[in-house]
């Protein structure tokens, strides 16, 4: 059986005022997605305010899983969000040439 890989990710601005949080199953062509519209045509959030910078992300087996996942933490208060990002990066590094 395949091992399949969905991501749960949340990205910011460079200033980290701006929380987004997206799933998807390329992570990195995903982020590369984000920092185009950025600098771009600006079409979404993400673009609208440069959240292309990657402080937390998590991997999922199944699809639903993690369309779940991003719902729980999209309907968080921001505070709750911070905590999670803490828990795996308390520094909050930019971790886009981390992933694989």
């Known amino acids: 059986m395949k091992n399949?890989?969905?991501f749960v990710y949340i990205v910011t601005n460079k200033s980290k005022k701006v929380l987004y949080t997206g799933m998807t199953n390329d992570l990195r062509t995903r982020l590369i997605q984000h920092m185009e519209d950025s600098q771009g045509e600006k079409?979404?959030?993400?673009g609208k305010y440069n959240?292309?910078?990657l402080v937390y992300w998590e991997?999922?087996?199944y699809v639903n899983h993690a369309?779940?996942?991003?719902?729980?933490?999209?309907?968080w208060k921001r505070y709750k969000k911070e905590d999670l990002i803490n828990s795996m990066n308390p520094e909050w590094k930019f971790l886009n040439d981390d992933i694989d």
């Not at 369309?67 to 309907?75: C, M, S, V």
């Open 4 to 6: 399949h890989n969905y």
């Open 43 to 46: 079409k979404t959030f993400a």
């Open 51 to 53: 959240c292309y910078h």
């Open 59 to 61: 991997r999922h087996q």
């Open 67 to 75: 369309i779940d996942r991003e719902k729980e933490i999209k309907g």
